[in-house]
């Protein structure tokens, strides 16, 4: 009967010193997590924190000064001017053409220069109707330069002008204003002229819209 109970006593002894041995060392495995995790901690780097401002005035946003505004179109004039003399007074002609306005003055100035400005724009305004109808060339100077279309053009090549001339001064001006559309011809939609001195054979099967000095005009 002692010899049991010493037996007992000793198992009980023996777990609980295991028991504790247990706590021990997970205390001691706890402790050196808490370490790691604050070692982590510090060696992280820092990320600084955005910190809004608020503006207590409001923010207003400069415009543009007058000379950074696109300048003023010539419509204006166009829509002020009493007739097409006036207008033409009034369209610059000191800039380079490009080349296709330059090849709707050359024809006004080779086709029409002696003609009455009415029948200079018509001239103009035949060859853009024809650079926006899907039947010709698509440019001015396709149409210009089309074959059989125009006497003036020789070789494929435009004679040379006189652009010192008061003449193509002129045929500038009518130039540029067909191209924007500044003046309403009394052309129309002609697609087609011809001097009043011939009879072409097609004229018989176009529509007659006017004749303005020495050219009839058809659609």
């Known amino acids: 009967m002692v010899r049991k109970t010493t037996g007992f006593t000793a198992g009980i002894a023996a777990l609980a010193l295991t028991i504790f041995a247990g706590a021990e060392g997970s205390g001691a495995n706890a402790q050196v997590a808490a370490q790691a995790a604050t070692q982590n901690a510090t060696e ?31 419509t204006d004039s166009a829509s002020s001017a009493s007739s097409l003399r006036e207008l033409v007074s009034t369209i610059p002609t000191a800039g380079q053409l490009s080349d296709e306005l330059h090849c709707l ?19 103009a305004q035949v060859i853009v109707n024809r650079a926006e109808d899907r039947r010709f060339p698509s440019s001015y100077c396709g149409v210009v330069y089309q074959r059989s279309q125009f006497s003036f053009v020789k070789g494929g090549r435009m004679p040379k002008v006189r652009t010192g001339s008061a003449a193509w001064k002129r045929a500038e001006a009518i130039a540029r204003i067909a191209h924007r559309g500044l003046w309403d011809s009394k052309a129309g939609d002609a697609l087609f002229f011809h001097a009043n001195y011939v009879r072409p054979r097609w004229s018989h099967r176009k529509v007659a819209l006017a004749t303005i000095d020495t050219h009839v005009f058809y659609r």
């Open 44 to 74: 992280a780097p820092l990320t600084e924190e955005v910190v809004p401002v608020f503006v207590e005035k409001a923010v207003v946003q400069e415009l543009p000064g007058d000379a950074e505004l696109p300048a003023e179109d010539s």
């Open 105 to 123: 003055a050359g024809a006004v100035y080779f086709e029409a220069r002696g003609e009455p400005l009415e029948g200079q724009l018509a001239v």
